[in-house]
């Protein structure tokens, strides 16, 4: 399922335009990522636990150059 499948089925279950879905789904997200780069963390129980994590950079490599 994409964003906009989202705004769909939140559109359709809620009895509002798709429009307004879209704006809430959207400010969903952004408040999500807002958290996280606040150092939060963002647990929505039976969905996910959303949060920063440090990860060591890694070296990439063209596999046409190989």
């Known amino acids: ?7 769909d089925r939140v559109a359709e279950r809620n009895g509002i335009s798709k429009a307004e879905a879209d704006r809430i ?3 969903v997200f952004e408040e999500i990522m ?3 780069t ?5 647990t929505l129980i039976g969905f996910g636990t959303f949060r920063a994590v440090e990860s060591a950079p890694r070296t990439g490599r063209n596999p046409s150059t190989d």
Do not use: P
């Not at 399922?1 to 705004?7: A, C, D, I, P, S």
């Not at 606040?38 to 963002?42: D, F, I, K």
């Open 1 to 7: 399922m994409n964003r906009l499948e989202l705004v």
């Open 25 to 27: 789904v959207v400010s």
């Open 34 to 36: 807002s958290a996280v």
């Open 38 to 42: 606040a150092g939060e963390s963002v």
